[in-house]
């Protein structure tokens, strides 16, 4: 932290600048929005540069930065650095768009995707929401890694020194030949020696001296080779290991960065792991891990580091770091997470299911499509037998037309990210959703193409998906795609409004469940619909 206690300045730049805040470091700042534009100023003529998840912000003026969340909500944080290398932090929290759902709308499709699998929230934007603590790795467990590694690797290498300097140490028997006359207790198996015989007896021979008889004796000598430095050698060592796999990780990941903002964000996530690699090695060199025969964790080991407040707490830190997943308890973390569009279409699913489940009176389980590859494939058996699944984000590969392939892509691969089959007799028949994260009537008509696209090229057992719908958070703009007859003539179509508290949420169950219903005959509308006027 810098010596002068610098403030971040935070100025809304949609138009005329006006300041919205300012925050200490440490502090929060709440009122931005996403997809807004912002100056971020500092207090500090020693700081150099701002990075927001690792990506340098742009200096429009010295100590004057431009940033715009994007399409993100919730807390970023915000690193400023100064030329001693030293870092001051400063939070920033983000809120969604008005134009297409509130707060409280946000917050309940949080809560909705957390109570049916907090992974789904996991991603790469730069904003940040807190987590408890369950589950496993997912898609984004490389992700989780990094924001571990970078929060708590630095705190778990302080801690391994501070062991350095006063390691675990055990008395350990060592077999070592001594002076006779230094003994003062004879073993068992010295009485086998003639001469000590021979003394005892009080018929040394002439020319013999005492002093050259020694003894083998068991010495007790210092040793830091003990379980509890060994559970931790196991420990460090995984988190060399975890360093060498988030160097290749970060290597390799460009997100959805430009060219040039994903080469400064790889360089400073390269030296960020690089010293930590290299404190690590010097770690290794030094007792007492020199001292340490085999690196294992045992339950002697954990007894011993449980028993030892500067053991356990590097332990409890090492373990925090090179953790995956998420569990619920007391204790809370801030990883990142997908952009506002991808919880909006995280929601979308989770919605879907727990309403299908309520409309259909069926219960869906987890288990894996018979047609496609998908990232979540959910499935239920209807009462007339008919098996249905519910897929997000499957995967369509370009395959070609000779393709033997369940699912497969006329054009490029696809991922529609929703994707309801149902299977009877005749095969497989598809209903596809596609989230779109966006309101008004020239952003809806251009998400359209990805209607048509998919309504045109997808193929699951033979056959095109039967409609194609996106689905809107707030109004679509141009009533005519809402239609029902517009959705039975073209096969595509909207549905608005469908978010939390949304009428789109049962027009959408209702559309599904009428075309279940239809099975083989043609999917016939029971709903009239309004007149427009298209300009």
Not at 60 to 71: L, M
Request: glycine share 8%.
């Amino acid at each position: 932290m810098s010596a002068q206690n610098p403030h971040l300045v935070v100025l809304e730049a949609n138009g005329l600048l006006r300041e919205l805040g300012r925050v200490q470091v440490g502090g929060l700042l709440r009122g931005l929005r996403e997809d807004s534009q912002y100056q971020l100023a500092i207090e500090d003529a020693g700081i150099r540069s701002l990075y927001i998840d690792d990506v340098p912000l742009v200096q429009e003026s010295p100590g004057k930065f431009s940033w715009s969340p994007g399409f993100f909500a919730g807390r970023v944080e915000v690193v400023a650095t100064g030329a001693s290398g030293i870092e001051s932090l400063f939070f920033l929290e983000v809120s969604p768009a008005t134009h297409k759902v509130s707060d409280e709308q946000f917050g309940s499709m949080i809560a909705a995707i957390r109570a049916f699998d907090e992974q789904f929230l996991l991603g790469n934007a730069s904003s940040c929401l807190s987590f408890g603590r369950n589950g496993t790795g997912g898609r984004f467990d490389m992700h989780v890694r990094w924001e571990r590694m970078r929060k708590h690797g630095s705190s778990f290498l302080e801690c391994v020194a501070a062991i350095v300097r006063t390691p675990h140490a055990n008395l350990k028997p060592v077999t070592n030949a001594l002076p006779l006359a230094r003994v003062k207790r004879l073993p068992t198996q010295a009485m086998r020696d003639r001469r000590i015989i021979a003394l005892a007896a009080g018929q040394v021979s002439e020319g013999e001296s005492v002093e050259t008889i020694q003894v083998q004796v068991q010495v007790p000598t210092v040793t830091v080779d003990t379980p509890a430095n060994r559970a931790l050698c196991a420990l460090l060592n995984r988190f060399r290991q975890s360093l060498l796999e988030l160097k290749a990780w970060v290597e390799s990941d460009d997100g959805e960065l430009s060219k040039s903002d994903a080469i400064a964000r790889r360089n400073r996530r390269l030296g960020i792991l690089r010293t930590l690699e290299s404190e690590a090695r010097r770690l290794f060199s030094v007792y007492p891990f020199k001292g340490v025969s085999k690196a294992e964790t045992t339950s002697a080991g954990l007894t011993q580091i449980s028993a030892n407040p500067l053991y356990a707490r590097a332990y409890r830190t090492g373990t925090d770091t090179l953790r995956v997943g998420t569990r619920q308890d007391a204790s809370h973390e801030f990883l990142h997470v997908g952009p506002s569009w991808g919880v909006y279409e995280t929601w979308c699913y989770v919605e879907i299911v727990d309403s299908l489940t309520q409309a259909l009176g069926t219960r869906f389980s987890i288990g894996q499509s018979v047609y496609a590859n998908a990232d979540v494939a959910m499935h239920a058996t209807l009462p007339d037998g008919r098996r249905v699944e519910l897929l997000f984000q499957a995967t369509f590969p370009s395959v070609g037309l000779e393709s033997k392939k369940s699912g497969w892509s006329l054009s490029r691969e696809r991922r529609p990210d929703i994707t309801v089959v149902v299977i009877d007799e005749s095969g497989p028949q598809t209903f596809i959703f596609d989230s779109k994260y966006r309101s008004g009537r020239a952003n809806v008509l251009d998400a359209m193409a990805s209607a048509h696209i998919y309504h045109d090229a997808l193929y699951l057992g033979g056959r095109r998906p039967d409609y194609c719908l996106l689905l809107l958070p707030a109004d679509a703009g141009v009533a005519s795609l809402t239609y029902r007859e517009t959705w039975q003539k073209y096969g595509v179509g909207t549905i608005s409004e469908f978010s939390v508290g949304g009428e789109g949420v049962s027009r959408c169950v209702q559309a599904i469940t009428e075309w279940l219903q239809a099975v083989e005959r043609p999917f016939t509308i029971t709903i009239e619909s309004k007149e427009e006027t298209v300009k």
